[in-house]
């Protein structure tokens, strides 16, 4: 019996793992920090709560999207 196996080595793919996995950490914070500011610019400039939440539902719909799709 062959064994299937994948032409590249385990430490090269952990490391790409590690490197995607830290790289989606850092969007992740960042994003979740500057929804306040965000929000607070644009309650600010006269728009209620809920309609700076249903656009930040609408952001995070737009950039969800075409990951669901796949």
Known sequence: MTALTHDTPASTR??????????LAVV??????LSG???RGLMDAGWSSAAAVVVRILLAAAVLAPIALL
Do not use: K, W
Not at 14 to 23: F, M
Not at 28 to 33: I, L, N
């Open 28 to 33: 992740s914070a960042s994003s979740f920090g």
């Open 14 to 23: 952990a490391g790409t793992r590690l490197a995607s996995g830290l790289g």
């Open 37 to 39: 500011s965000l929000a």
